[in-house]
């Protein structure tokens, strides 16, 4: 939409001249760390915690302010840091620095606090009705399903647009050469191999262990179920059962620790390895999405990208916002039976079943989950935005003498990026 982008977080890889890495913004920081340890699964704080909550806000605050005025910021758009408290000190910190400029911001809610039980018993409620997500009058909700856009107004009175994820699903997928020739030897992924991808975190909520019982139901010698991304962010219990599971059953699991990337673009290196998430979808045979809850479902959209037949659990979202769009797809309830795992047997031995069912499910997929469908929603923001500060001050910054640049009545856009970053939009001059 021809506009500059920015970036501020904890953890970078975009270009240093559009961006500002600031490490105390990392939710895995060691101060964040100590802070969620002393308020999280407990009802009452000591006021030294308090005090630290304070004093990494304020430094947080100096740095924001610090990015906005010398990137001349005129929209800022923040990925999730005011939906869930991962980081109470950065939500803080966002939320006073929009109030006190005035700030057009675009709050993007991927999942909120009160759908997650580890945030069920805090000691700092009164942070999380300030700033997750706050109210201000300058700052525009979007969600990324129907469920958080009710309980957003039932719960908070806010309103919200609401825009899926997307994929590019107006291009033919086009894997870089790297990725097709990638060697997945080192894996342990041969070429007669029967690879079954569950493409997610190693997570409680992910239900991997009903991709186990699909393939020791499977009983192919040369069935291997590789998961691709990490544990660790929510603890490394899960992953340990998993893995005792998994030998108690006879599957042969592989955990990889694969960062993803654009697929035509460059592969980024896994150790020795060049490798990428796109190169698994390339090779997999069947992809595996057995999620209790999900925000949308990231992991489903690629594999209809790259045209894999999937099965998926029918969590919430999917049954409300998915499934009635007529995806055709091997679906279960909480359950994985005898009727599915004889789906998937028959998918993996007729390729021309394969191929309808992907075909079927890439062509629902671009008219309803591709850019082109939030382009428009995101227009409209952005000139609801415009509109609303052409008739307000221009707003200085009380702690710098510098300007900081009012938004005029026209347009201005941004893209959206990742959990842990914060994109942020200014017009071209």
């Not at 139901?217 to 998961?227: F, T």
């Not at 702690?399 to 017009?427: C, G, M, N, W, Y």
Request: include cysteine; aromatic fraction near 8%.
């Amino acid at each position: 939409m021809g506009h500059r982008i920015y970036w501020l977080a904890g953890e970078l890889d975009r270009p240093t001249k559009r961006s500002m890495l600031v490490p105390e913004a990392h939710f895995q920081s060691a101060l964040n760390g100590w802070i969620n340890e002393q308020v999280l699964k407990r009802n009452r704080r000591s006021p030294r915690t308090t005090t630290v909550i304070h004093e990494l806000r304020a430094l947080l605050k100096i740095r924001l302010n610090h990015f906005l005025d010398q990137f001349q910021i005129d929209v800022l758009i923040v990925e999730n840091a005011l939906a869930i408290p991962m980081h109470i000190p950065l939500g803080l910190a966002i939320t006073e620095v929009i109030a006190e400029r005035a700030l057009p911001s675009i709050l993007h809610h991927h999942d909120f606090y009160w759908e997650r039980t580890r945030y069920a018993e805090n000691a700092v409620a009164d942070f999380l009705r300030t700033a997750f997500p706050p109210t201000l009058p300058s700052a525009e909700h979007v969600v990324i399903n129907s469920t958080a856009q009710r309980q957003l107004a039932y719960r908070c009175g806010l309103s919200a647009t609401l825009i899926p994820n997307v994929m590019d699903f107006e291009q033919t997928p086009e894997l870089n050469p790297v990725f097709q020739r990638a060697d997945l030897k080192p894996m342990g992924i041969l070429p007669e191999d029967i690879v079954i991808l569950q493409p997610t975190r190693v997570i409680k909520r992910k239900g991997i262990e009903h991709a186990v019982d699909l393939v020791r139901a499977l009983e192919h010698p040369n069935c291997k179920l590789v998961v691709s991304h990490a544990a660790g962010d929510e603890g490394l219990a899960y992953a340990n059962w998993i893995r005792r599971y998994a030998a108690k059953s006879r599957v042969d699991l592989r955990f990889l620790e694969i960062q993803p990337g654009p697929p035509n673009g460059a592969a980024p290196q896994l150790g020795r390895q060049y490798q990428a998430l796109w190169a698994l979808y390339a090779r997999c045979d069947f992809v595996t999405f057995p999620s209790r809850r999900e925000g949308f479902g990231n992991a489903l959209l690629e594999a209809i990208y790259f045209r894999k037949p999937a099965l998926v659990n029918r969590y919430e979202t999917f049954t409300r916002d998915i499934e009635p769009l007529g995806f055709d797809l091997v679906t279960m309830d909480g359950l994985l039976d005898e009727g599915q795992i004889g789906e998937v047997e028959h998918l993996l031995s007729c390729p021309e079943r394969r191929a309808e069912m992907t075909r079927h499910n890439f062509e629902i997929a671009r008219r309803h989950f591709s850019y082109r469908q939030v382009h428009s929603r995101l227009e409209a923001i952005l000139e609801k935005i415009a509109a609303r500060t052409s008739r307000a001050p221009a707003v200085t910054a009380r702690h710098t003498r510098r300007k900081v640049i009012p938004i005029k009545p026209v347009p201005v856009a941004a893209d959206f990026q990742t959990e842990r970053s914060h994109r942020l939009a200014r017009r071209r001059h």
